[in-house]
């Protein structure tokens, strides 16, 4: 220990020498006590901001030295910044808290980080009484825009669960009814975040299954659920109801949420309505409503069908999401012919048909009547308004 600070001060020596200008050099005695901390460990996230903690005993003649390795990070002395020497790579990136280092607090503010900037940081606070000489270890993670998918596919079912930012690599865990699932594969691409996916076949279940994605780094967890429900079966013209509600105890009632109604043909969906908890609940096919329980009870989000015909047949997706949570619910539809329908259009036909035969009947008598007349007439009896003078020579 006693070697280590010696090292720190001539370290710290050879740093401020020539940036405080002194002609016989920076004095060795100038401390009167020297301190090394151990090692601290913050961790970050990819692009935000984080803050570096450093302290010393408050004193006279401050001089603050954040380093990376060779790289000079951050330089304070005469009551101010300077940043001559800085690392470009740290340019407009670091700060100090100025008002609060009169107290003893020497921490950094790094901002917009990268991966360039994970590794170990050296902090240096001296006084005219003491110097402290500070690792702080930064760990860096990214959890971006976890999701969960189902697609259907050349008859197959699948379901794909994606990370499109993930630093370091994550694990991904599935389950089927509770029970884990090691069927599943994991494709991973680099640009120049990591970026995750893992696609499960479901052709032919009727299990419930659970993608887990966890970054140990950031201690962060993200599960997707999915599960189907029984058919729906209705009658042509009566209103279908789609039910649709968060069971996930574990949610928390402040947490924002996001709601899409899908339905899915094939490989595409089409969306019907969506809600979000920052926003207006959202309809794009007038043919369906929320139904009233969902405008009046949390975290049910039930969807009605006005006037279902055959041609609605399929499957319907509850698509409910938060920060770290997504649950998918498959809601298969079946809509029969109805009969009032049915019986409508057999009335109309015998309608027609009766209509038509009436007017034979009635058309038939006059018919029958002219021809008579027509065939009645004397031979050589002239037509009405014929001319009865002979014609001139």
Not at 96 to 110: M, R, V
Not at 224 to 234: C, N, Y
Not at 286 to 310: A, I
Not at 353 to 379: C, D, E, G, H, Q
């Amino acid at each position: 220990m006693k070697v280590q600070s010696l090292l720190n001060l001539y370290l710290l020596n050879v740093l401020v020498q020539p940036l405080i200008g002194f002609d016989d050099g920076f004095p060795f005695p100038y401390f009167y006590r020297t301190f090394s901390q151990p090692m601290t460990t913050v961790v970050g996230r990819l692009y935000e901001d984080v803050i570096l903690p450093c302290s010393f005993e408050k004193g006279h003649g401050i001089v603050i030295h954040w380093h990376k390795e060779d790289k000079l990070v951050h330089s304070y002395y005469r009551e101010s910044d300077h940043l001559e020497q800085q690392e470009p790579d740290y340019a407009k990136r670091t700060s100090l808290f100025l008002n609060e280092i009169n107290n003893g607090n020497a921490s950094l503010t790094l901002r917009r980080l990268n991966l360039q900037d994970e590794g170990v940081y050296t902090c240096y606070a001296a006084t005219e009484a003491e110097m402290e000489c500070r690792e702080v270890e930064l760990k860096l993670g990214a959890f971006i825009t976890p999701v969960m998918e189902y697609q259907e596919q050349n008859g197959d079912n699948y379901l794909t669960c994606y990370l499109f930012g993930a630093y370091p690599l994550p694990t991904i865990t599935w389950t089927a009814n509770n029970t884990t699932n090691p069927e599943s594969n994991m494709e991973v691409s680099s640009h120049p975040l990591l970026s995750v996916k893992s696609q499960l076949n479901i052709t032919g279940s009727n299990s419930s299954y659970e993608c887990i994605i966890e970054n140990l780094v950031l201690n962060q967890r993200w599960i997707g659920k999915w599960k189907t429900e029984g058919s729906l079966l209705t009658t042509e013209g009566k209103k279908a109801l789609f039910p649709c509600k968060l069971k996930n105890e574990d949610f928390l009632p402040e947490k924002s949420i996001n709601v899409s109604w899908y339905r899915v043909e094939n490989s595409s969906s089409t969306i019907l309505a969506s809600f979000s908890s920052s926003s207006n609940r959202m309809v794009f096919d007038n043919r369906f409503t929320w139904t009233k329980d969902t405008m009046q009870e949390k975290y049910k989000f039930s969807l009605t069908l006005m006037s279902p015909t055959p041609s609605d047949n399929g499957k319907y997706l509850c698509n409910i999401s938060s920060v770290n949570y997504m649950e998918l619910t498959i809601q298969p539809l079946t809509v029969e012919p109805g009969q009032g329908n049915s019986f409508n259009k057999t009335y109309i036909i015998l309608v027609v048909i009766l209509a038509f035969i009436v007017s034979m009947l009635v058309a038939a008598p006059i018919y029958k009547k002219k021809k008579w007349n027509s065939n009645s007439r004397p031979t050589g009896e002239q037509e009405e308004g014929e001319s009865m003078n002979p014609p001139l020579l």
